[in-house]
């Protein structure tokens, strides 16, 4: 398999490339590798994997240097122009990265072949995140006895996007389950993920009820839901349940209410709160991922004249040793010498996204908090927008999660293990759709190029189902150590190399769509977990203003942490920005935020 990916190479170098960095230019050979497009200059190297890789065009030559020019784009806003000599060599390059950017299979991603240099000192990544003892850390079955595991998803057939282990109320059967999993899209029953230290409250997931147009309802289901929201209800001298103790109860649905309802025509929806006791629901209004997906592209688009953005030089681990301004489409420049285009942000409604997530995550925060009540959490499937608000909430209520241990075990469990598609979301099986050729339009204009680009990013095709998702709860969670900075362990360069890494595909952390996916291929036989690496490197991504004391101060918050949706900003270091260039300060008590208006 290796050797034929080697033959996929048309060619190995390429010497005297230019590759434009702002105003100037970087002379050096490019290096053509299985997994990495490397280019080395004086200064040092650039390597960019292959599955980073976003879009390529391939650009009429120059007039002015008579130079063939590729223009890539990355996935982590990293963008070059190479501009090479040859008309020949340029389309062999051009082949190159696109037969060796498109992969057929998870096997020949760049994990596979992927060897830290030097060994990594931490070797535990794959086992770090134990459900058994994790849960029991929770409560269940040590502080709590309400709850019980169940192995009835144990082969994955129950429901194959689920984990194999599932908590769920102690009174409730598998039987139950059983016919409760037929009203659940995918079977992705309500299960618990989280059980709150200070009042035993719950957060539960799930995905939509199976309603329709006829009203369907199922016993079962209402039955656990019930079990569910009774879990910490106290009971009276006889054994008999006191309602109200719990009265705020939820069922979030974190779609909006149109998109909820427009689900009933393909035989779903969401709950007739006619069935379900002592409880209320509300809508979130998250936008589908079609929606963040051109959000995202209108951030990092705006105006194309003049994009200034950093180049990381990488060293052969891959690891980021510098930083420098490179030419990039992230966060675009204007005419305006170079300037970031605020209204370009403002259109893009990016920071309106993230409010309207963390103004979920305040309210579940404040009902399992303060209200002592119980939260249900579902979208449409339960492995996009379900995801962002539970462990974004969960990372408020507990203050393990925001250790440099636990944010790792709050990511394997509400996202690689509860079944986000990371295989899919980020497109680690890229195919053709990232490759264009304009080299050859003739005498065309200028806007002839323009309407192909146009016509080629914006088919169906092309987008498919990839969206920022797990970028949005990052985003989120920089907001959360932005507003609160003493209350991580972690800091913000755990988490750029966090995104980078999640389209990088040099671990195996990420590569797949559900735990059934990585049991099924066994990567940490084949690969490397991301954690080692962090874990190695732990210095690197410690946050010098952690505080762990403040989580103990009861007479503050008691470790809890309740976001502010009306105070987020642009995360400027992402995208290799300067917080004065996107960020606009606060003065006189007014805000001047080009969104300001808009949260």
């Not at 005297?16 to 997994?35: A, F, R, Y």
């Not at 000599?85 to 082949?95: A, H, I, N, W």
């Not at 052969?316 to 300037?339: F, H, W, Y």
């Not at 200028?446 to 080629?456: A, E, G, L, P, V």
Request: contains cysteine; proline residues 4%.
């Amino acid at each position: 398999m290796h050797q034929s990916r080697i033959d996929l190479l048309k060619i190995t170098q390429v010497q005297d490339v230019q590759v434009e960095k702002s105003q100037e230019k970087l002379t050096g050979t490019l290096h053509l590798t299985v997994h990495n497009m490397i280019f080395n200059y004086p200064e040092g190297e650039l390597w960019i994997p292959y599955s980073i890789i976003h879009t390529v065009e391939r650009r009429p030559v120059s007039l002015q240097s008579g130079r063939h020019p590729l223009y890539i784009r990355c996935r982590d806003f990293l963008v070059i122009t190479l501009s090479i000599l040859k008309d020949t060599e340029t389309q062999d390059v051009y082949e190159s990265i696109q037969k060796l950017a498109c992969v057929s299979s998870i096997d020949q991603l760049y994990a596979y072949a992927y060897q830290p240099q030097p060994k990594f000192t931490a070797n535990n990544g794959w086992t770090i995140y134990d459900p058994l003892k994790e849960y029991e850390r929770m409560g269940v079955g040590t502080k709590n006895d309400n709850w019980r595991f169940t192995t009835i998803n144990r082969d994955y057939t129950y429901s194959p996007t689920y984990p194999r282990t599932l908590v769920v109320p102690s009174k409730i059967s598998d039987n139950v389950l059983n016919y409760a999993a037929k009203y659940r899209s995918k079977a992705r029953i309500p299960a618990l993920s989280y059980l709150h230290w200070y009042n035993m409250a719950t957060i539960t997931r799930s995905s939509q009820p199976m309603v329709g147009f006829k009203q369907a309802r199922s016993i079962q289901d209402e039955k656990l839901i019930e079990a569910i929201f009774a879990s910490n209800v106290p009971t009276g001298p006889s054994g008999q349940i006191i309602y109200g103790s719990t009265a705020a109860n939820l069922i979030i649905d974190a779609r909006p209410m149109a998109n909820a309802m427009g689900n009933v025509a393909r035989g779903a929806g969401t709950e007739n709160m006619e069935n379900y006791r002592n409880c209320k629901k509300t809508y979130v209004a998250i936008d589908n991922i079609h929606v963040m997906r051109d959000s995202l592209a209108k951030m990092c688009d705006g105006k194309r004249k003049r994009k200034i953005i950093r180049l990381i030089k990488r060293d052969a681990d891959n690891k980021q040793t510098q930083t420098r301004d490179c030419l990039s489409v992230a966060m675009q420049g204007t005419e305006t010498g170079g300037q970031v285009s605020r209204s370009g942000l403002q259109r893009s409604n990016w920071v309106k996204h993230i409010a309207t997530v963390l103004e979920g995550v305040e309210s579940i925060v404040k009902n399992v908090h303060v209200y002592n009540s119980h939260v249900l959490v579902h979208c449409s499937d339960g492995w996009d927008r379900t995801a962002q608000l539970v462990s974004i909430s969960e990372l408020c209520l507990d203050p393990y999660y925001r250790t440099f241990e636990g944010f790792q075990i709050l990511i394997e469990k509400e996202w690689i293990s509860f079944g986000h598609k990371f295989a899919d979301r980020c497109g680690h099986l890229s195919n053709d759709k990232y490759f264009v050729n304009l080299a050859y339009t003739g005498n065309a204009a200028t806007n002839t190029i323009k309407d192909m680009q146009n016509k080629f990013y914006k088919s169906n095709y092309y987008q498919r189902e990839t969206s920022p998702v797990f970028h949005q709860f990052l985003d989120c969670v920089y907001q959360l150590l932005q507003q609160s900075p003493t209350r991580f362990e972690f800091n913000e360069q755990m988490l750029i190399e966090l995104h980078y890494h999640v389209y990088s595909c040099q671990f195996g952390t990420f590569l797949f769509n559900c735990e059934a996916e990585r049991t099924h291929h066994h990567p940490q036989n084949k690969t490397y977990s991301i954690w080692d690496y962090f874990n190695s490197n732990r210095d690197k991504f410690t946050n010098d203003l952690y505080d762990p004391q403040k989580d103990k101060i009861l007479v503050e918050d008691g470790g809890v942490l309740f976001p502010n949706h009306g105070n987020i900003k642009y995360w400027s270091g992402l995208f290799g920005r300067k917080e004065e260039e996107v960020n606009e300060p606060i003065l006189y008590g007014v805000a001047s935020h080009p969104l300001a208006d808009s949260l």
